[in-house]
Structure formats: structure tokens, C-alpha cells
């Protein structure tokens, strides 16, 4: 069956560390992955997009790499600040138009 | 811009009541989409709009629900009857076009809480 699998359990670091998320899929070829915020009583809100031919992707301290070998997409925060704390969500486009959303982590950053 | 405008932004309501919950795209958007979110299953897309044509419903849980978008300004979400296993968090979507990697802009989403 489908799946897109991110770690149920919240991630907790100390600010300044690099927080890396992790998104694994099973029986999807997407063409491309993205990757959303989500603060508690708002919408998700869109941070980046990666496509298959993609290997990675910057955008200032965040960094996505997509390895579709592995069916794997790894979303890097560099010197994690108190408010990067939020939940995150990986979707991928399956073979039709749909963003197919992950569970989403939570990440937690201590002061 | 306003962003994607969803009203109420709660709503409580007794079982066996109508509730309709309203969406107002990004001017420009083609696409909108309205999604249900809970802890259990995460978010679900229910249904697809493209400039203004339900495209895909097959995620709409029944019959109970459903969706209208009479321009490209405004769409509704309706529940009739609605029951306590409706109790979610509803997300209304637009993007510039579908399928070729257009980020999803989510409106704040309306809490409903059936008792």
C-alpha cells in the first residue's frame, strides 16, 4: 500500500543545532516533494519544493535533499532558533494532482 | 493580499444540524482545494475545484458532504446531517495552477465540533 512516513514522535534540540526531519514514502514515483509549516491553530503554510531530478535544494538556513533511491527526503534546519518550533509536513504529488500530506513532526527547540 | 479567507473560523453544533463552512480563494488562484484535518488521520483532501469545476470528490466521506463553487470568489464546504465523527479542523487551499509543483496557499481553517 501507499505511504508517506514522517517520525510521530516530536523532535526536541537545543537552539543553535541543526534539526533534521526525516520523510520516507512507499509505492509513490513523485515527481516532486514539498515541504510545509504548520504553527497550532494555523494553516499549513509552504516552505519548499524539490523536484525528482533535484538532489537538494537551499533556502536560507533550511536545506531539502530528495533521494528517490531510497524514497527518502531529509529536511535540514541549520542553527535552530525557538521559533522554528512548529510541526512539519512533507506531500508529494502522486501520479495525478494530488499532494499527498505526511502526519507531519513536531519539532521542539529549547532555548 | 488577505490570504485565503475561511469563515467561521469555529463552529459548534449539535448532531442532525446543517453546517456550511465558507472559503474565499487567493484573487488569481485557479485551483482550490478543502481538506479535513484530525490527529488520527492527518490531513485528507476531500475535494479539487479547477477554475471553478469540482475535479476529483472521491475524497469526500459521504453523501452527507458536500461542495459548491458557484465563481472563481467563493466556495462552500456543507454538512447535512452533520455528526459527531465530523469533528475537525476543515482547511480551505488555493494554488496558481495544479500539477506542475504550485505550493498550496492554506486559509486558517475552521475548528467544527460536533456534539
Known amino acids: 500500500s501507499q505511504k508517506i512516513e514522517q517520525n510521530s514522535e516530536a523532535l526536541n534540540i537545543q537552539e543553535g543545532k541543526t534539526a533534521t526531519l526525516t520523510c520516507n514514502y512507499t509505492?509513490?514515483?513523485?515527481?516532486?516533494l514539498q515541504w510545509y509549516r504548520q504553527d497550532p491553530g494555523r494553516g499549513p503554510v509552504f516552505l519548499l519544493l524539490?523536484?525528482?531530478?533535484?538532489k537538494e535544494k537551499r533556502k536560507e538556513r533550511l536545506k531539502v535533499t530528495f533521494d528517490t533511491t531510497l524514497k527518502q527526503s531529509l529536511f535540514h534546519i541549520t542553527a535552530s532558533q525557538p521559533a522554528d518550533s512548529a510541526t512539519y509536513l512533507c506531500?508529494?504529488?502522486?501520479?495525478?494532482?494530488?499532494?499527498?500530506f505526511g502526519s507531519g513532526t513536531r519539532l521542539l527547540v529549547r532555548p | 493580499d488577505a490570504g485565503v479567507i475561511q469563515s467561521p473560523r469555529h463552529e459548534v453544533t449539535e448532531m442532525g444540524q446543517e453546517v456550511t463552512l465558507r472559503c474565499k480563494p487567493i484573487s488569481g488562484h485557479n485551483s482550490l482545494f478543502w481538506y479535513r484535518q484530525t490527529m488520527m488521520r492527518g490531513l485528507e483532501l476531500l475535494i479539487y475545484?479547477?477554475?471553478?469545476?469540482?475535479?476529483?470528490d472521491s475524497g469526500m466521506p459521504e453523501d452527507r458532504f458536500s461542495a459548491k463553487m458557484p465563481n472563481a470568489s467563493f466556495s462552500t464546504l456543507k454538512i447535512q446531517p452533520s455528526e459527531p465523527r465530523d469533528s475537525a479542523v476543515y482547511f480551505c487551499a488555493s494554488s496558481l495552477e495544479v500539477g506542475r509543483g504550485s505550493e498550496q496557499y492554506f486559509g486558517p481553517g475552521t475548528r467544527l465540533t460536533v456534539t
Open positions: 475545484f479547477n477554475n471553478n469545476v469540482p475535479i476529483d
Open positions: 524539490i523536484r525528482e531530478n533535484e
Open positions: 506531500a508529494l504529488k502522486d501520479s495525478s494532482y494530488k499532494l499527498i
Open positions: 509505492n509513490y514515483s513523485p515527481a516532486y
